[in-house]
């Protein structure tokens, strides 16, 4: 059976997934985070590098997910304050000049109370209130071929770094200005990469928590699909570890030590013969991702600095070829 560590299968809340922890990061201030949309995979050959390997050294041939990353904009900041209800936002900071596609997403904010805005954050952060900085980014689909959509998606991103004031003076420079991928992730770094499954709707148990059929004698009246029984007579309920139909697919999941393979500008390197399969061709700057990556083709996909690195050490990669033969089989 499935593992009950992923329950409840339930759908995602939205198609942009949400980060509730981030690493720990002592350097200067710098966002956490970045975001992009997946195109599909292909394969590289590179030099392995991992020490002790049996192939170190030697040309071997890797999977990689091709993932678009646009220039991302920054459109407000935000500052959380902690008191004796909890951790919450005190307040938002806008910019003065945002790109319509935002307000496809969200309602228009209030101009004139910027400066008021910038006021209460100021004395938070002076009084020891504040807690944490986020930028409020937004990705640029409309400039990406592949994706037929001009709706901006609109992400909380962690800015983390040096002491809470010189987080916000960070990010106050950073109101409205263009943010690139290669500015806070290297080749050779590793990740963590978040998007929404591919959704499949209501499926029954034997496909949603792969519990075995039943046999002839067993399940007599088209029941071979139905799980043997649904508990105990005590306690008169159907508890919930018992495998039940119900939604498949669409859920957040994380993969953690994702390694970044290549950074590149000219989506020419990776584009192959007739474009990715239901995508198109990359049109603006790129990530390869060793291994493959959650999700369908076009969905957006999250990446933060890895939380679970352990002794990894970065190195970087020796990519000699990739692959541009036509996916169209």
């Given at each position: ?21 981030w ?6 201030p710098a ?19 991992h020490?002790?390997?049996?192939n ?10 091709v ?6 904009k ?30 496809r997403?969200?309602s ?23 807690v944490?900085v986020?930028?409020l980014?937004?990705t640029?689909?409309?400039v990406i071929?592949?994706v ?7 992400m ?6 040096g002491?809470?004031d ?8 950073l109101l409205?200005q ?25 499926q029954g ?5 792969g ?47 994702k390694?970044i393979?290549?950074?590149?500008d000219?989506g020419s ?13 990359v ?16 969905r ?5 600095h ?24």
């Amino acid at each position: 059976m499935g593992s009950l560590a992923y329950s409840p299968r339930k759908r995602a809340q939205s198609q942009v997934p949400r980060y509730h922890s981030w690493p720990v990061y002592k350097g200067e201030p710098a966002l956490q985070g970045f975001a992009g949309y997946k195109v599909g995979m292909t394969h590289i050959i590179m030099a392995d590098d991992h020490v002790k390997s049996p192939n170190e050294g030697k040309d071997v041939m890797v999977p990689v997910t091709v993932l678009e990353v646009p220039s991302m904009k920054v459109a407000a900041v935000r500052v959380y304050i902690q008191d004796s209800y909890g951790k919450h936002v005190l307040t938002d900071v806008w910019a003065d000049e945002v790109d319509t596609e935002v307000y496809r997403r969200i309602s228009r904010p209030n101009q004139r109370e910027t400066e008021k805005n910038l006021q209460k954050a100021r004395e938070a952060i002076e009084n020891g209130n504040a807690v944490d900085v986020f930028a409020l980014t937004y990705t640029r689909p409309s400039v990406i071929s592949g994706v037929p959509k001009k709706v901006a998606d609109l992400m909380e991103t962690k800015i983390d770094g040096g002491s809470i004031d010189e987080r916000f003076s960070y990010a106050l420079s950073l109101l409205g200005q263009e943010i690139s991928v290669s500015s806070y992730f290297r080749c050779g770094q590793y990740t963590d990469i978040t998007a929404i499954t591919k959704g499949k709707g209501t499926q029954g148990p034997v496909k949603r928590w792969g519990v075995h059929l039943r046999k002839r004698k067993h399940s007599r009246g088209g029941k071979e699909r139905h799980i043997g029984t649904l508990g105990p007579w005590t306690p008169h309920h159907v508890r919930w570890q018992v495998p039940m139909m119900g939604q498949m697919g669409y859920h957040q999941r994380t993969e953690f030590n994702k390694r970044i393979l290549k950074i590149g500008d000219d989506g020419s390197d990776v584009n192959p013969s007739g474009g990715f399969l239901h995508y198109g061709e990359v049109r603006n700057p790129y990530l390869l991702i060793k291994g493959s990556v959650p999700g369908p083709t076009k969905r957006v996909v999250r990446i933060r600095h890895a939380m679970r690195q352990g002794e990894h050490e970065v190195r970087e990669p020796a990519v000699s070829f990739v692959s541009l033969q036509s996916k169209q089989g």
